[in-house]
């Protein structure tokens, strides 16, 4: 782990919301938003049904001082949209690698804000990575036009694991060269 490279999280700044560290309360959102069984199957992690415990542990996890990912809310409060409209995190791979990985509530879904959240946290590189790889599920092709968005460009296929799938799902892997 590089643990040497904890820090506080920046508060990032979108257009119409912040990306601002998780937060205890944030809990019954993210709750909410996951228990969505479409949302849980368009992750590697989300279990579907979501156990008692998994969001709180979640957060918990994300504000840890050992993390190894760091998890931003799109808080939307300060626009007049809801506190939390889905999160973006990065992953340390290496000391200059880190891998994105995003998803916002269904109701938000073709508004923008995932793409909007992505060009964000890779405008503001906050783990100051030289290289920025993703993946999405080869049946989500909107969560691939998010990354190619924010300028992703395609490196090949694999497959992982869907906790709330119960099995190997095929993916499309996104790399990003910094400058």
Not at 19 to 29: F, I, K, Q, T, V
Not at 149 to 168: I, K, P
């Amino acid at each position: 782990m590089f643990q040497d490279q904890i820090v506080a999280q920046p508060v990032i700044e979108a257009e119409r919301f912040i990306l601002r560290p998780l937060r205890r309360s944030d809990a019954g959102l993210i709750a909410m938003y996951t228990a969505d069984r479409r949302l849980a199957e368009g992750t590697r992690a989300i279990p579907h049904p979501l156990p008692p415990g998994a969001t709180e542990a979640y957060i918990a996890r994300a504000q840890g001082e050992t993390r190894a990912e760091d998890v931003w809310a799109l808080d939307g409060s300060g626009h007049g949209l809801a506190e939390v409209l889905g999160v973006v995190s990065l992953t340390r791979i290496e000391a200059d690698q880190s891998e994105v990985g995003f998803w916002v509530g269904a109701g938000f879904w073709n508004t923008g804000f995932a793409s909007e959240a992505v060009a964000a946290l890779v405008a503001a590189n906050p783990h100051r990575s030289r290289t920025l790889f993703a993946e999405v599920f080869q049946d989500n092709p909107g969560s691939a036009r998010v990354l190619t968005n924010s300028g992703f460009e395609y490196l090949g296929d694999a497959e992982c694991w869907s906790v709330a799938r119960g099995a190997r799902v095929p993916t499309w892997t996104y790399l990003r060269k910094m400058v």
